[in-house]
């Protein structure tokens, strides 16, 4: 039997990769998914093998087994499927999304060290370079996320480092990463995109200037809202670097968690466009809404940056705010909250259900304030699953009426 590679005249589409190019069924007696493998001594036939083996790591062009925390058959199949979803060179597997984007900076910086990071990048993020870079000197400015090409100004002679998120989390900016990449590419910097909301299916970081890819797996990738797992994928450049960095910190995934990435993954695509669907069906009625100033979604004509959005991206996925209009009390807003049903409160997305969080960007922004309505309170952030459309406007349209009772 030909493999679906031999007989087809263009590369696959990501639809079908996603079901046929994911691991080698041959090299597991023709088991459909890639096996679990839990190991973490790999013994070796002998010395020479043990050396050779050796020489193939500190080569770092293969999937060479040494030792469980370097990497199993279970863990390759997966970072082997998701640098070639991003287009990047190669993929390391880390234990959450927040360590993949902490690997990501710390590959790159000394002490002494300057970076910039977007003003809208994910709090925990933020946080890290707020503490733990702080304490280490390594300063850090925040830009806003719409600054462009104007980021060349910010450079300083020890500016190292560019990290960007798009959208940015909670207000939904998109960056104009091809412009940044631009910049930080004349002076010598890394750019470093937390990827995490688009997926590499609706947008590709490297055919846009970024040198470092980061995803949290544990969103749409495992997709089921039961593991947590970070993705760092590099151009060939910065590969060397960032592995090194990886190896040397200890990162790793555990198998289990690795094979629900893996699952995920086959059905990432349709739940995607379900995702899609829904969130621009709720978006486009949520903004019709009297109680509604503002909706955060890059697929809509009015939101932050919706026509490098159209430009650069394939697809929306599920997630975006809501700044409601001014006058609610707080505690119509809580009730608000807590009457919706089906959107349940919980941090996270990317799972199969829907999700509500309340956010306060008040005090939070330090470059820019965030779009409009967003500076002034009673906001929220709704991630659509895959559940009917109509049942998820009946739980909003219902829950609204708490905020006419006030
Ligand atoms: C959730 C999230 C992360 C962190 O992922 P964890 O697996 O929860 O650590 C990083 N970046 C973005 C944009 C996220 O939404």
Not at 182 to 188: D, I, K, S
Not at 304 to 320: E, M, Q, V, Y
Not at 349 to 362: A, I, K, N, T, Y
Request: net charge negative; glycine share 8%.
């Amino acid at each position: 039997m030909t493999t679906p590679f031999e007989h087809a005249s263009r590369p696959l589409a990501t639809d079908t990769y996603l079901l046929h190019g994911i691991g080698d069924a041959a090299e597991f007696g023709g088991i459909v998914n890639p096996p679990v493998y839990h190991a973490s001594t790999v013994t070796f036939r002998n010395l020479a093998d043990m050396e050779a083996r050796g020489r193939a790591i500190d080569a770092a062009d293969t999937d060479v087994m040494w030792y469980g925390r370097k990497g199993t058959p279970t863990t390759f199949a997966l970072q082997n499927a998701l640098a070639h979803l991003e287009g990047g060179y190669r993929s390391l597997l880390v234990s959450s999304g927040l360590a993949a984007c902490t690997s990501a900076i710390m590959a790159f910086v000394k002490a002494g060290d300057h970076i910039l990071v977007s003003d809208s990048v994910y709090g925990p993020t933020r946080h890290f370079v707020d503490t733990v870079l702080a304490r280490c000197n390594i300063s850090a400015t925040y830009y806003d996320p719409c600054i462009g090409a104007g980021i060349g100004s910010l450079f300083r002679p020890n500016t190292t480092l560019v990290f960007t998120e798009s959208p940015g989390s909670q207000t939904f900016e998109i960056q104009d990463i091809p412009a940044i990449a631009q910049a930080a590419h004349a002076r010598g910097a890394v750019v470093v995109m937390d990827n995490t909301w688009a997926t590499p299916l609706y947008f590709k970081p490297f055919e846009h200037g970024v040198d470092v890819s980061v995803q949290a797996a544990t969103k749409y990738i495992v997709g089921h809202s039961d593991a947590l797992m970070g993705v760092i994928t590099t151009n060939q450049a910065t590969w060397r670097t960032v592995r090194e960095y990886v190896f040397a910190a200890g990162q790793h995934a555990g198998p289990d968690d690795v094979y629900l990435a893996l699952r995920g993954l086959r059905t990432m695509a349709v739940r995607l466009e379900r995702h899609q669907r829904n969130g621009l069906a709720l978006a486009q009625w949520l903004a019709q809404r009297p109680e509604v100033a503002q909706v955060l979604h890059p697929g809509l004509p009015d939101a932050p940056g919706h026509a490098l959005w159209k430009r650069d991206f394939t697809g929306a996925s599920g997630l975006f705010s809501v700044v409601l209009a001014p006058g609610f009390s707080d505690h119509a807003f809580r009730a608000f909250i807590d009457h919706l049903a089906l959107f349940r409160l919980g941090f996270s997305w990317g799972g199969f259900e829907s999700l509500v969080m309340p956010f306060d960007l008040r005090g939070e922004r330090t470059a820019a304030p965030p779009p409009a309505a967003a500076a002034v309170g009673q906001a929220f952030r709704l991630h659509v699953g895959l559940e009917a459309k109509e049942d998820l406007i009946d739980d909003l349209a219902m829950a609204m009426r708490q905020l006419a009772r006030q």
